[in-house]
């Protein structure tokens, strides 16, 4: 008879584990609510917070279509609504039901470190399944001190990758239960005549229906679900060939795994029709019938691969006959896949894909990057994503693999071995899916612990029977006191050691990564000195301007100063952008600004230092080399780039953008290969404004350089040279386009008069006037300098 007070033992100690680590990720929030705001942490929570704040000021409604970003056109958001919904569900809650801007952002700052605390639940329940509760409550500690899911899962982190991976962890747990029990219980088709009178045959179908109807709730919270729903099938070719292998039945994994699928497909098939959008009926990037016919095909898959199963089983033939019978059959299916259902194949292919790392874009993108790959193989980025739980992890999966050998291949125990092989390839093919991998590295770690323990422990003989009764019933209720002071020992250990000696870990809470102080500076400047904009709140009409920035800074620009860029995270305006800033041309850049109706553009030092390699990339569509570029930047193609005229000139030959703000902030210097002492001291960040400018026209001798200088004092007091070149035509007229007024200057900046001459006649210097008025209007001012 189980004792009541181990129960109650065994959930306070869950409980007490929940809550600290909860502290440990609100660590972050030392960062988070500075100086009585909130700031938010990368790129991607910003505009979660966006559709948050939407959403709880209309909900449940969401944004699925946004006019303020690839401006002008918007975009259609291919983001599943339930993470923001649930986020801003607890916004309202928190601000009982009525909760000003201030209390939802407080509230989606909270939410992944609540989401994050509650995955130890599920991990809790995976390692008890698996081994002990021992190893179950070391595997929940260690789960709190591995940067690469505290990076998902602090304070400020407002993302979906930590609802991904509390659903898929839960989705798991309940189906590895499932599997253990239909197993032990000998779940059969013929055994369920009997569910009604039998718990043991009913018990395993719950679990798998729990399953489906979390795994249906992944559907709706992240694009990439179809790797979790998908993984089972995975498994279950596996499972099928151990069991033919043995000689036992498969009946148990047909069962459990239909379940599962078709409670997610009667989950998500009404939400989904009502979710439909026209002209993504079927893309794999929005909530479509790809969705609905991926997981009936999953469904087909399980049938299919039983009865190849059975009918090897049942003519007695070598189970190695099974995977050459399913690879045929795959490759016919795929063929026919290919001609029946071409969108499917393509979404399948395609998503296949990008979960590798492979396409232009992504290969800009750092967290898309091979994890141990980096110029060079390197092992470095494992310290920074699992510290020294990479190698424990590593230790605990061969021992695991000693054991499923040893005991029979377990189906919990073969299912946890092929998820943890599966994302570990996903975490090596993108650093990115780290955070997914986080899960598998704490359960294995908290078993090598164990394993550790148990091989120095001096056990009497009979402690020794008991650990080898408890092995066999891992079931058992052991409470946190009663499993031995080593392993409360071990569990405060590890908390400490891990936050005083793991600097990743510590780096991960208390520098969280919000944006730098001097775009959160020039980002408030563009807000309060920039005509605001119309429809930020409610996005379903155009609003009057656009920003023009790289994409890394569009959720930046849209969230912090209220304004439409052009381009953004999801890379929407991405061509434009590039083209603009690694151009020459001054009438294409000019053209690009029109057709985006840009007023305000921003450049800062690590586009030109850093980022450049990439928008010349996509701006081209050439793939260049680290040699190439460093002789482009020694030459004077580079300083022609409408990117260096701006940021390292500015704006010096350029006629239709003035230079607004720069940041206090400065690169002490920039590297740009040998050109690094000329580049020194350059303002961090930088605000443009598109003029039409005021063009001062005349005769001067024919076939000859006319020059415009002025100096330009900014608000901070900095002075710079602005300077502009026309050559006049064979009958001796120029034109000259200027953006900076000399009169009426705006932004609390000061432009002297401009001096302007000809390079035949030196001595014929005209100061000309330019007020604001001509600057706006675009105003002809004649000017002859003859």
């Known amino acids: 008879m189980i004792d009541r007070n181990q129960i109650i033992h065994s959930k306070l100690t869950l409980l007490f584990l929940v809550l600290a680590s909860f502290a440990i990720r609100a660590i972050s929030s030392l960062t988070v609510f500075a100086d009585g705001k909130v700031t938010f942490t990368g790129m991607d929570p910003f505009y979660h917070m966006r559709r948050i704040i939407y959403t709880t000021l209309n909900f449940p409604s969401t944004l699925t279509f946004d006019s303020y970003l690839n401006y ?207 002209g993504y009926e079927f893309s794999g990037m929005f909530l479509s019938w790809f969705h609905v016919l991926y997981v009936a095909v999953l469904l087909a898959s399980i049938i299919v691969l039983g009865a190849i199963s059975w009918i090897i089983g049942s003519k007695g033939l070598k189970w190695w006959y099974y995977p050459v019978v399913v690879i045929m059959v795959a490759g016919t299916g795929t063929a026919a896949l290919s001609f029946i259902s071409p969108e499917l194949y393509q979404s399948l292919t395609s998503g296949l894909l990008y979960l590798l790392g492979w396409g232009e874009v992504l290969g800009m993108i750092t967290e898309a990057q091979p994890l141990i790959y980096d110029d060079g193989f390197t092992l470095t980025p494992l310290w920074h994503t699992f510290v020294i739980f990479s190698i424990t992890a590593v230790i605990g999966f061969s021992l695991i693999l000693r054991n499923a050998i040893k005991d029979k291949y377990p189906p919990e125990m073969v299912f946890f071995i092929i998820w943890s092989f599966i994302v570990t390839i996903l975490a090596l093919s993108q650093t990115r899916f780290t955070y997914l991998l986080s899960i598998n590295i704490a359960i294995l770690t908290g078993y090598f612990i164990i394993a550790v323990f148990d091989l120095f422990k001096d056990d009497s003989d009979k402690d020794k029977k008991k650990k080898k009764k408890r092995s066999k019933n891992t079931s058992s209720n052991i409470s946190f006191w009663q499993i031995g002071y080593g392993t409360c020992i071990s569990i405060i250990f590890i908390l400490v050691v891990g936050l005083l000696f793991f600097g990743p870990t510590i780096s991960i809470l208390t520098n969280p990564g919000v944006p730098p102080s001097d775009w959160e500076e020039s980002l408030d400047w563009l807000e309060s000195n920039s005509p605001k904009t119309s429809y930020y709140l409610d996005p379903v009409e155009k609003p009057e301007y656009g920003v023009l920035s790289w994409w890394d800074y569009g959720n930046w620009i849209l969230y912090m100063a209220e304004r439409p860029p052009v381009a953004n995270n999801f890379q929407t305006g991405l061509k434009d952008s ?87 902030s400065t690169s002490q ?68 386009t200027l953006p900076y007024s000399t009169t009426g200057t705006p932004y609390n900046a000061k432009v002297e008069n401009y001096s302007i001459t000809a390079d035949a006649n030196t001595s014929m210097i005209k100061e000309v006037e330019v007020t604001e008025e001509d600057v706006i209007s675009g105003n002809r001012l004649r000017n002859d300098l003859l």
């Open 578 to 664: 590039a083209r603009f800033f690694a151009s020459s041309n001054e009438s294409e850049c000019v053209s690009i600004l029109k057709k985006r109706n840009v007023r305000y553009v921003i450049t800062d030092t690590s586009m030109v230092a850093e980022k450049f390699t990439h928008i010349m990339n996509i701006a081209t569509g050439n793939s260049f080399t680290n040699n190439e570029f460093e002789r482009f930047y020694m030459s004077e193609q580079f300083m022609d780039t409408n990117l260096a005229k701006l940021h390292i000139s500015d704006t010096a030959q350029i006629s239709n953008l003035r230079l607004i703000y720069e940041s206090n």
């Open 669 to 736: 210097s920039m590297h740009l290969g040998s050109r690094i002492d000329n580049y020194e001291n350059i303002s961090n960040i930088k605000i443009f404004e598109y003029v039409p400018g005021a063009t001062v026209e005349g005769f001067a001798r024919p076939d000859r350089e006319v020059h415009a200088k002025t100096n330009v004092t900014l608000s901070n007091g900095r002075i710079f040279e602005y300077w502009n070149t026309a050559t006049t035509n064979e009958s001796g007229w120029y034109e000259l």
């Open 72 to 278: 002008p056109y918007g975009f259609d958001i291919g983001w599943p609504p339930l993470y923001d919904q649930a986020a801003a569900l607890f916004a309202m809650v928190l601000g009982f039901g009525n909760p000003d801007i201030h209390t939802i952002e407080v509230a989606g700052a909270i939410f992944p470190a609540l989401l994050g605390a509650l995955t130890i639940i599920p991990i809790y329940i995976i390692a008890s399944s698996l081994f002990d509760k021992r190893t179950a409550l070391l595997s929940a500690a260690v789960i709190s001190l591995i940067p690469a899911h505290l990076a998902v899962s602090r304070v400020g982190a407002t993302d979906h990758h930590v609802a991904e991976i509390l659903l898929s962890t839960t989705a798991y747990a309940l189906f590895m239960l499932s599997l253990k029990y239909g197993k032990d219980a000998n779940l059969s088709f013929s055994s369920i005549k009997k569910i009604g009178s039998q718990r043991s045959i009913a018990k395993p179908l719950v679990f798998a229906g729990a399953a489906g109807i979390v795994l249906a709730l992944s559907v709706f919270t992240w694009l990439g679900s179809p790797i979790f729903i998908g993984l089972i099938v995975l498994y279950a070719l596996v499972q099928f060939m151990l069991d033919l292998r043995q000689k036992v039945s498969s009946e148990y994994l047909v069962i459990n795994t239909l379940t599962t699928y078709l409670v997610t497909l009667i989950v998500i098939t009404p939400f989904i029709s009502t979710l439909i959008r026209p």
